[in-house]
């Protein structure tokens, strides 16, 4: 058993071959030669919106460190909708959370609803529906953008219970900050354009399944719409991998930092970060993720403070993207999102923790004053 950093450097890498480099080169989204005679055959790259030799070494590393068969999507909601027009049919019934990532509710809401499918919705912690007639139940934790943390062993027990399945949306912790098919989980679904990748410069999605059928059945669903990851997107993913655990420690470590500087400051009014021991998330984090991601959410008193504290910081990018390199911080109710006014999402970046930490304070205090 190697340790994270071992693993994402080396995750999906060919045996070296001299003169080669240690990333295999990108390969083109293009139809390829066929042998004239034979014409396709098994394992040789026929047509490029169905197989590419980038793409397998993408989820060949994915997929070592999430401990599954790993299929790879053009972003994340092309993911999150493989996963749910695959398994769902007119008469099922899917659960999907009220305090998610507000995309999801919005696809479940205006496409499945539409379709015959019976659309509920649970916030993370719960309360839950009755799960014995769930076909399908979707969680996100931590939920973006409030971070709680529900426990995925004991939904996955209950709603396996009645035949149902269980897709995790694992985006904001990573395969290194949790794993949920380790959990029970028969899907972990995430958004790679965040911090699986980090570089804030493509767009990426994947799930991860151990069950051969439903690889299958998802490799079918991408080739038949299109939703595939471009070859070069994906070497850019492969390349990112190998630094994702220096990167995610760095943005844990800052985290918990900033956590702590809002927290006893008077301009803010709430803040959440699992890895506080007076989070309400807590418990649960500490006992089923493996590290705390680096986004804390917090709230000051409306839209014009948190505009002011964005406007104050000198080293916080406005950006509703999160997980990259550099700190970000999004005001969601600009979304559209059910959310206060004065809610921000802080992404906190690889930066100097003392810097960072500097910053925060001077923005909090151009709030205040």
């Given at each position: 058993?190697?340790?994270?950093?071992?693993?994402?450097?080396?995750?999906?890498?060919?045996?070296?071959?001299?003169?080669?480099?240690?990333?295999?080169?990108?390969?083109?989204?293009?139809?390829?030669?066929?042998?004239?005679?034979?014409?396709?055959?098994a394992?040789?790259?026929?047509?490029?919106?169905?197989?590419?030799?980038?793409?397998?070494?993408?989820?060949?590393?994915?997929?070592?460190l999430?401990?599954?068969?790993?299929?790879?999507?053009?972003?994340?909601?092309?993911?999150?909708?493989?996963?749910?027009?695959?398994?769902?049919?007119?008469?099922?019934?899917?659960?999907?959370?009220?305090?998610?990532?507000?995309?999801?509710r919005?696809f479940?809401s205006?496409?499945?609803?539409?379709?015959?499918?019976?659309?509920?919705e649970?916030?993370?912690?719960?309360?839950?529906?009755?799960?014995?007639?769930?076909?399908?139940?979707?969680?996100?934790?931590?939920?973006?953008?409030?971070?709680?943390?529900?426990?995925?062993?004991?939904?996955?027990?209950?709603?396996?219970?009645?035949?149902?399945?269980?897709?995790?949306?694992?985006?904001?912790?990573?395969?290194?900050?949790?794993?949920?098919?380790?959990?029970?989980?028969?899907?972990?679904?995430?958004?790679?354009?965040?911090?699986?990748?980090?570089?804030s410069?493509?767009?990426?999605?994947?799930?991860?399944?151990?069950?051969?059928?439903?690889?299958?059945?998802?490799?079918?669903?991408?080739?038949?719409?299109?939703?595939?990851?471009?070859?070069?997107?994906?070497?850019?993913?492969h390349r990112?991998l190998?630094?994702?655990?220096?990167r995610?420690?760095?943005?844990?470590?800052?985290?918990?930092?900033?956590?702590e500087?809002?927290?006893?400051?008077?301009?803010v009014?709430?803040?959440?970060?699992p890895?506080?021991?007076?989070d309400?998330?807590?418990?649960?984090a500490?006992?089923?993720?493996?590290?705390?991601?680096?986004?804390v959410?917090?709230?000051?008193?409306?839209?014009?403070?948190?505009?002011?504290?964005?406007?104050?910081?000198?080293?916080?990018?406005?950006?509703?993207s999160?997980?990259?390199?550099?700190?970000?911080?999004?005001?969601?109710?600009?979304?559209?999102?059910?959310?206060?006014?004065?809610?921000?999402?802080?992404?906190?970046?690889?930066?100097?923790?003392?810097?960072?930490?500097?910053?925060?304070?001077r923005?909090?205090?151009?709030?205040?004053?």
């Amino acid at each position: 058993m190697t340790g994270d950093g071992t693993a994402v450097v080396h995750a999906g890498l060919p045996e070296p071959v001299p003169g080669r480099p240690f990333l295999p080169n990108p390969a083109f989204g293009a139809p390829y030669h066929l042998d004239p005679v034979a014409g396709p055959q098994a394992g040789v790259d026929g047509y490029g919106r169905t197989d590419n030799a980038t793409w397998r070494a993408l989820e060949t590393a994915i997929g070592s460190l999430e401990g599954a068969e790993c299929v790879t999507f053009a972003s994340g909601m092309a993911a999150v909708s493989a996963v749910l027009l695959s398994v769902l049919r007119p008469g099922d019934t899917v659960v999907v959370p009220a305090d998610g990532y507000y995309k999801t509710r919005a696809f479940a809401s205006s496409h499945l609803a539409e379709r015959g499918v019976t659309v509920l919705e649970a916030p993370t912690v719960g309360p839950y529906p009755a799960l014995d007639a769930v076909r399908l139940l979707l969680v996100e934790t931590p939920a973006n953008p409030g971070l709680d943390v529900c426990d995925i062993a004991e939904l996955a027990a209950r709603v396996h219970a009645g035949g149902g399945l269980v897709a995790v949306d694992n985006t904001t912790a990573t395969p290194l900050g949790q794993r949920p098919l380790d959990l029970g989980a028969d899907f972990s679904v995430a958004s790679g354009t965040k911090a699986l990748t980090g570089h804030s410069d493509i767009l990426l999605g994947y799930v991860c399944t151990r069950d051969p059928e439903r690889a299958a059945a998802l490799t079918a669903w991408r080739g038949a719409t299109g939703a595939v990851v471009g070859p070069f997107e994906a070497w850019l993913a492969h390349r990112s991998l190998g630094t994702l655990d220096l990167r995610l420690a760095r943005q844990s470590a800052n985290a918990a930092a900033v956590a702590e500087v809002l927290a006893a400051h008077p301009a803010v009014l709430s803040v959440r970060w699992p890895g506080r021991p007076e989070d309400p998330a807590y418990e649960v984090a500490s006992r089923q993720m493996r590290r705390i991601p680096g986004v804390v959410t917090f709230t000051v008193a409306d839209r014009a403070a948190a505009e002011r504290f964005l406007e104050a910081s000198e080293l916080v990018f406005a950006a509703t993207s999160f997980g990259g390199l550099h700190t970000s911080a999004d005001r969601r109710a600009q979304w559209g999102d059910a959310t206060p006014e004065g809610l921000i999402r802080f992404s906190c970046g690889v930066e100097d923790t003392e810097d960072l930490v500097a910053d925060v304070r001077r923005a909090l205090d151009a709030i205040k004053g």
